[in-house]
């Protein structure tokens, strides 16, 4: 992944998702299709959660777990997991099935499996054979990135001794339609912080990390240092004009962390590309970081990935730590001069060691995080 | 983990607001179920009440009676809503559309879709820009919110109010999932005692299965039962009866144990 940010490879491509009729472009995942999840669980079988699924059998992920599972226990691993839509296009599908007399969903349908947003939560525990606490956390697009706060949270409490953290978001026809009847969707692949913006490429993905007590990290173990939470108190779709949600989020980040603006290399911005995002956290980022810090999209590269921008975008910011890399954003072509923030159209190799990452949603919910590197 | 129970928030049916249903709680007062009557919160603009869907009319009617029993302001306090169910209306009307032809979908209606609806909407009421946040665990939503913001209390050192919610489905989402009634309930959880003070809850996590808490009147029961957000009811028991007692909540594969000690 971290060779696809170098080089701003995009993975959006016109948006031809099952009978989606929208000029847009999308994130997809095509190997999904055909995907079916673990025969043992098939009950659970559905697009987010073969997506999950497919994600925790990457980088050998699943044998990690495992590992921790024999050192702490299973009771002792927590699962804290986020997304938005869950398995809600098994319920798009099953309303095309309705019985033409009386109404009713097909009796293959099953609501508890895919729909309810505790779908992906139950298949993790289970794939993983986790028994510890958890849950799902569902605050739209700031869903995954929350999810390290409970996992910090509960490990500092002693209600677990490690979390699985993280999630997926698979594509939708009501996020397609949805987005588009705000008038939030992009024509092309979108394009982050651009003069010319126009909206969102929604795409979907999945990312999963491990957490542990950090009072035994190796040296160059990824720490996480800080996290803030805030809510706009504004409207449940716009952003608050000013950033002001925004700039609490990412000062308690900082402030958590015991850090001051400067010390952070890199911002991996939520920037979604509307003009309404973008300019609203410009100003929330200048406000608190000025005109130097390195700070970028990646979701020119990824799309919106949703309720997994949160996970997606913190292994974005590991990348950059590990790689000393601060990714440019794909698909821009000229920032647009009403923002001040130093927004990098360029890939730059150089030695990063504290990100902050944001994650925003609708209904005003902001999280960010501050990544760093244990000496 | 101990936190102090500074105020309670309740609707369900025949369970009409706190100060009335710890009556019946408390066994003075014969439980009759009824519809549960939800009415919008004045704390939003009247454009806004209007396109509340009633999950989040329920959320922040228990909201706020918690808030006006505990005598706090909203807007300094954080949040934690759960919710097994969310927002069945607005998702039933979304796949309707997008069941159609047409697929003319309403922008209002899905920004009222997600989860966290209740939790954006009781942000524009209150002018609370606290952390928040919303959870779903299933038929353990309750139990799931419970321990998060009694974490959120002791990590943080704040006040932190819990909201639980459930609003049946409409047909035919309902038959899929059936849920018996409407119930919120609320409660603002603070690091230390105040004024208004009334119990304090010690969570523990028991090892082994124990059995949950029940309620010994079957109605209560079959209500606890039929709704996730009622699993709260043994420990509203609690409180209402005022006296000393342990609650056992199942969670996911676990059980854990909430002391109750008023105050």
Not at chain 2, 16 to 31: D, K, N, S
Not at chain 2, 88 to 98: D, P
Request: overall charge negative.
């Amino acid at each position: 992944m971290h060779r696809a940010l170098r080089e701003k490879r995009s993975g959006l491509t016109p948006c031809d998702f099952e009978t989606a009729r929208i000029d847009t472009y999308a994130g997809k995942v095509p190997a999904l299709d055909d995907l079916r999840v673990r025969r043992d669980l098939l009950d659970y079988d559905c697009r987010n959660n073969r997506l999950a699924q497919l994600c925790l059998e990457q980088d050998g992920f699943a044998g990690q777990v495992a590992a921790a599972r024999d050192r702490h226990g299973a009771g002792r691993i927590g699962f804290y997991l986020g997304t938005s839509t869950s398995g809600l296009h098994a319920t798009e599908l099953a309303y095309r099935r309705r019985d033409p007399k009386t109404g009713a969903l097909p009796a293959d349908y099953r609501y508890a499996e895919t729909q309810n947003a505790y779908s992906l939560g139950e298949f993790v525990r289970r794939y993983l054979g986790l028994t510890g606490p958890g849950f799902v956390v569902s605050s739209a697009c700031s869903s995954t990135a929350k999810a390290f706060g409970n996992a910090a949270r509960m490990i500092t409490a002693g209600i677990c001794d490690a979390a699985v953290v993280g999630g997926a978001d698979s594509l939708c026809l009501m996020t397609l339609y949805g987005f588009h009847s705000l008038g939030l969707t992009s024509r092309g692949p979108c394009r982050p912080f651009d003069a010319d913006r126009d909206g969102i490429s929604i795409g979907e993905g999945a990312g999963f990390a491990l957490i542990e007590k950090a009072d035994r990290a190796e040296s160059g173990a990824i720490l996480l240092l800080g996290v803030g939470e805030s809510s706009d108190a504004y409207h449940m779709s716009t952003p608050h004009p000013e950033g002001l949600g925004a700039r609490i989020a990412m000062q308690q980040a900082l402030d958590s962390a015991g850090l001051q603006p400067a010390d952070i290399d890199y911002i991996n911005l939520h920037g979604t590309a509307t003009k309404t995002n973008d300019a609203s956290e410009d100003k929330a980022v200048f406000e608190i970081f000025g005109p130097e810090t390195p700070c970028s999209s990646t979701k020119g590269a990824t799309g919106h990935l949703l309720g997994a921008a949160g996970i997606t975008e913190a292994i974005v910011s590991i990348l950059a730590i590990e790689h000393g890399l601060m990714p440019g954003s794909a698909n821009t072509r000229s920032v647009d001069p009403a923002l001040k923030s130093n927004y990098l159209l360029d890939s730059r190799n150089e030695e990063v060691t504290h990100v902050l990452t944001n994650s925003f949603g609708f209904g005003g919910s902001n999280c960010s995080l501050v990544l760093g590197v244990a000496q | 983990m101990r936190v102090f129970v500074e105020g309670v928030g309740l609707l369900g049916p025949g369970l009409q607001g706190w100060e009335a249903a710890r009556r019946v709680l408390a066994g003075e007062e014969p439980f009759r179920p009824a519809s549960t009557l939800i009415v919008a919160s004045d704390l939003l603009p009247a454009a806004e009440r209007r396109r509340t869907p009633v999950p989040v009319k329920l959320a922040l009617a228990v909201g706020q009676e918690a808030f006006q029993n505990a005598g706090r302001d909203a807007a300094a306090t954080a949040t934690v809503f759960t919710s097994s169910s969310g927002e069945g209306e607005t998702l039933h009307h979304m796949c309707e559309a997008l069941a159609s032809t047409e697929r003319e979908v309403s922008p209002t209606r899905f920004h009222n879709s997600v989860h966290n609806a209740a939790a954006g909407y009781w942000g524009i009421a209150t002018r609370s820009r606290e952390a928040s946040t919303s959870l779903c665990a299933y038929d353990a939503s309750f139990t799931a919110g419970l321990i998060e913001a009694m974490t959120q209390v002791v990590s943080w050192r704040k006040p932190v109010a819990l909201i639980a919610y459930d609003q049946p489905y409409p047909e035919p989402l309902h038959s899929a999932r059936p849920l018996l009634a409407s119930f919120g309930a609320a409660f603002v959880l603070t690091p230390e005692a105040t004024g208004r003070t009334s119990a304090t809850f010690e969570l523990e996590f028991l090892p082994g299965e124990e059995k949950p808490a029940r309620m010994s009147d079957s109605a209560l029961e079959e209500l606890r039962l039929g709704v996730p957000a009622a699993r709260a009811l043994p420990l509203l028991e609690a409180l209402a009866r005022e006296t000393q007692g342990n609650v056992v909540l199942d969670f996911l594969t676990e059980t854990l144990r909430i002391a109750v000690i008023p105050c």
